[in-house]
Antibody
């Protein structure tokens, strides 16, 4: 079964660092790009960026460039989203998602993780 | 960046109705458009890709059309399970692959 399984909910304080994960299984992890999508409470979907797990080529939305880091470890079929210094405004649900087509740079999201809720509060 | 605008923001309908949601791009994106359905507390689900291609397993009452800057998602014979929020997303060569702001079908 093709699936993406994300790490569990996190509660952090402002200024703390965080790295959440997304593990792919049931397919060739290095063949499909994985992206991250933010959904703030009660709001819509925001595309954050994507990574090619095969060579770690990464593209960010200008809105998130410099604010987060997307990475991947192909040896364990896992993608990551990390923050060096969290803010209260980072409170949101974060989804990872896999591209529809193998090898495509520009593509839509076919398979989604279950989401990781990140809460940042003092 | 290319902006995606959906209308309406909220749509009231009844079981059995035919509904249409519109998504407009600020520049041409050819047919590089997808539609998703999201239910509360769940991850989005891909319905339509390449503007009009139905994702495997999605009921045929869902259909998409359009090209360039104007696109529509149509749901024929609305079912109780279809009440959700719908998003369009462009994915042409220029990232970011922006989503529309969403249409809540109630």
């Amino acid at each position: 079964e093709v699936q993406l399984v994300q790490s569990g909910a996190e509660v952090k304080k402002p200024g703390e660092s965080l790295k959440i994960s997304c593990k792919g299984s049931g397919y060739s992890f290095t063949s499909y790009r994985i992206g991250w999508v933010r959904q703030m409470p009660g709001e819509g979907l925001e595309w954050m960026g994507i990574i090619n797990p095969g060579d770690s080529d990464t593209r960010y939305s200008p809105s998130f460039q410099g604010q987060v880091t997307i990475s991947a470890d192909k040896s364990i079929s896992t993608a990551y989203l990390q923050w060096s210094s969290l803010k209260a405004s980072d409170t949101a649900m974060y989804y990872c998602a896999r591209h529809l087509n193998s090898g495509w740079i520009y593509d839509t999201f076919h398979m989604w993780g279950q989401g990781t809720m990140v809460t940042v509060s003092s | 960046d290319i902006q995606m605008t959906q209308s309406p923001s909220t749509l009231s309908a009844s079981v059995g109705d035919r509904v249409t949601i519109t998504c407009r791009a600020s520049q041409s994106i050819s047919t590089w458009l997808a539609w998703y359905q999201q239910k509360p507390g769940k991850a989005p689900k891909l319905l339509i890709y390449k503007a009009s291609s139905l994702e495997s397993g999605v009921p045929s009452r869902f259909s998409g059309s359009g090209s360039g800057t104007e696109f529509t998602l149509t749901i024929n014979s609305l079912q109780p399970d279809d009440f959700a929020t719908y998003y369009c997303q462009k994915y042409n060569s220029d990232s970011p692959y922006t989503f529309g702001q969403g249409t809540k079908l109630e």
